[in-house]
Every structure is written in structure tokens, then in C-alpha cells.
T-cell receptor, first 118, second 110 residues
């Protein structure tokens, strides 16, 4: 079945540094990928929709200059948290939808990245 | 935007018990999925069910789209069923985005 690889699984960084998270579809092409953030014991909140070859679409309230998204190929999207601060600590999850999937079943999720800023 | 509420928020079951989880949504949807998030954070797709009833082993789901709710049934629960169950919905014209519900945290004990 479809597999999405997300790296790193966890990362601890000092405040003020930038962190890049990769989301890679291993056995399918994904025109669209989604980035979510999940705080402890809360639901997943969509941050942005990443479209291959074009600019990402950010949800209301998400700072596009802070959360940089690049979707340069049909198998890779990256999220860079710039100048990270402790309040950016969270669990980040990506999801990829297989290109050409007519229905809505083709969502596969990465295993998530636990980001801690100290 | 659409609101998605799940109940109960927390549930503790003894192994072997049955349970029903509910998902209410505030608007018409063209996509509804149930997910299980395991204790390590991985999301597993259980059902794609914008309407009707489906079954997969000990799990089954029913969506009554006209009344804007969906139910997930877990029978003969096992400790491996523990985790958080989310429903997620999609609305026409929103570029395939999924809005996740509030979740039900399930703990199955021996």
C-alpha cells in the first residue's frame, strides 16, 4: 500500500534556529500534500496545503513566513519552521494524496515529527 | 467553517466490551473518514464512509449524511484498540482538505 515517510521523527532545537521536516511519498506520486499540527491531547489542525510546483495555501492564522513549505517534486514536500520558539513545539504530521485518485480514499499519513524547542 | 464534534471525549473499556463512538458535523460533507491514532502518533485510515454502512472485522461504521452524523462501532475490544479515534470530513469546494473532529480517546484494559 501507499507509504509516506516523514523525517525526522523527533528533534530538539535551541530557540532561534530553523528546523526542516521532510515528507516523502515512497511508492506513489502526490500532487497535493497537507501539513498538520497537533498539540498534546488535541485534534489535528490543518496548517497548509502543499501543491507541487506552486505556492502553498495556508490556513487562516498560520504565518507563512514562519512555516515555509516547499513542494518541489511529486514525491517530496518540506516544512521549515524558521526562527523557532518554544511555542512552536508540537507534533507535526504530513499527509499525501495520490495523484489521479478520483475518490477521497487516497490519504496517507506520515508518522509525525515531535518538535521540541528549548 | 464546518464544526466536527465527537463523543464521548474519553472512554475506558474492559477487554471484550463493545463501544459506539459518535461524530456530529455541522454542514453537508462529500467525504467522511475514520482514523485511529496509535499511542506513537501514527494515523491509520479505518473507513472512507460519506454515507451508508461498512464493516471491517470487529469494526463497522455508519454515516447518516442527511442527519449529519456518523457512528463507529468497536466490538470485542482488544488492548491494541487503545488510542485516539478521529473522524475527519471534507466539504465540496475546499480542495480536498480534511477537517478533523475533536477525537475520542479510548483505553482498553485487561
Amino acid at each position: 500500500g501507499a507509504v509516506v515517510s516523514q523525517h525526522p521523527s523527533w528533534v530538539i532545537c535551541k530557540s532561534g534556529t530553523s528546523v526542516k521536516i521532510e515528507c516523502r511519498s515512497l511508492d506513489f506520486q502526490a500532487t497535493t500534500m497537507f501539513w498538520y499540527r497537533q498539540f498534546p491531547k488535541q485534534s489535528l489542525m490543518l496548517m497548509a496545503t502543499s501543491n507541487e510546483g506552486s505556492k502553498a495555501t495556508y490556513e487562516q492564522g498560520v504565518e507563512k513566513d514562519k512555516f515555509l513549505i516547499n513542494h518541489a517534486s511529486l514525491t517530496l514536500s518540506t516544512l521549515t519552521v524558521t526562527s523557532a520558539h518554544p511555542e512552536d513545539s508540537s507534533f507535526y504530521i504530513c499527509s499525501a494524496r495520490e495523484s489521479g485518485t478520483g475518490g477521497h480514499y487516497g490519504y496517507t499519513f506520515g508518522s509525525g515529527t515531535r518538535l521540541t524547542i528549548v | 467553517g464546518i464544526q466536527v464534534e465527537q463523543s464521548p471525549p474519553d472512554l475506558i473499556l474492559q477487554e471484550g466490551a463493545n463501544s459506539t463512538l459518535r461524530c456530529n458535523f455541522s454542514d453537508s460533507v462529500n467525504n467522511l473518514q475514520w482514523f485511529h491514532q496509535n499511542p506513537w502518533g501514527q494515523l491509520i485510515n479505518l473507513f472512507y464512509i460519506p454515507s451508508g454502512t461498512k464493516q471491517n472485522g470487529r469494526l463497522s461504521a455508519t454515516t447518516v449524511a442527511t442527519e449529519r452524523y456518523s457512528l463507529l462501532y468497536i466490538s470485542s475490544s482488544q488492548t491494541t484498540d487503545s488510542g485516539v479515534y478521529f473522524c475527519a470530513v471534507g466539504v465540496a469546494g475546499t480542495a480536498s482538505k480534511l477537517t478533523f473532529g475533536t477525537g475520542t480517546r479510548l483505553q482498553v484494559t485487561l
